[in-house]
C-alpha cells in the first residue's frame, strides 16, 4: 500500500516541481523580458545583464510564492484515476462512495482541495515547528531562524504532501481508494 502511495506522490511531486518552476521561469522571464524593453533595449554589456539577472530572480522569487498556491490546485487533479500499483484514487459523488465523477473538473475539485490544503499546512507547521526545536537544541538561540527559506518551505510542503495522501484517503469522504 506504501508503495502506491509513493508512487503517486511522487508523481504528483515531479509535476508540482515542474509546473511550478516552468510557469514561475516564464512569468519572471516576461517580467525581465518587459523590464529591458521599456528601459530602452540598451546595448547588453555585463552591467545590463547583471542588472537583468538580479531583475530576474527577484520576480522568480517574488512569483513563486503566488505561483505555489494555484499549482497545488491544478495539480491535485493529478492525484485522482490514475492506477499505479494495481490502485487508484478516486473521487466520489457523493458520501455514499457509489459512484465516482471519471472526468474531473476544477469545480469537483474546490472541497477535496481545501481539506488538501489543510493537510499540507497542517503539516508544514509541523515540520517546521519539529526543525525549529531541533536546530534550537543544536545551535542555541542565536541561529535559530536562519535554516528558514523558500526552498525549506517546499521540502516542508513535500514532505507534509506525502504525509496528506493517506490522511486524506481516510478522513475525506469523498475520496475513496479502488483496485484497478
Known amino acids: 500500500m506504501w508503495r502506491f502511495y509513493f508512487s503517486l506522490w511522487f508523481a504528483w511531486f515531479l509535476y508540482l516541481l515542474l509546473l511550478t518552476l516552468g510557469t514561475t521561469f516564464l512569468l519572471a522571464s516576461l517580467v525581465t523580458l518587459y523590464t529591458y524593453v521599456s528601459k530602452g533595449s540598451v546595448v547588453l554589456d555585463a552591467v545590463v545583464i547583471n542588472a537583468l539577472y538580479a531583475v530576474f530572480i527577484f520576480w522568480f522569487l517574488l512569483l513563486l510564492n503566488f505561483v505555489l498556491p494555484i499549482a497545488l490546485f491544478v495539480s491535485v487533479k493529478r492525484l485522482f484515476n490514475r492506477c499505479l500499483n494495481g490502485f487508484s484514487l478516486k473521487l466520489y459523488v457523493c458520501t455514499k462512495q457509489e459512484e465516482y465523477i471519471e472526468p474531473i473538473g476544477f469545480g469537483d475539485l474546490v472541497k477535496v482541495w481545501r481539506k ?10 509541523a515540520f517546521t515547528l519539529l526543525s525549529f526545536v531541533v536546530n534550537f537544541f543544536l545551535s542555541g538561540f542565536t541561529a535559530s531562524f536562519t535554516f528558514f527559506s523558500v526552498y525549506y518551505l517546499y521540502g516542508c510542503i513535500a514532505l507534509s504532501s506525502f504525509f496528506a495522501i493517506p490522511f486524506l484517503v481516510r478522513y475525506c469522504t469523498l475520496v475513496g481508494l479502488r483496485k484497478c
Open 116 to 125: 488538501w490544503l489543510l493537510l499540507i499546512v497542517w503539516g508544514s507547521g
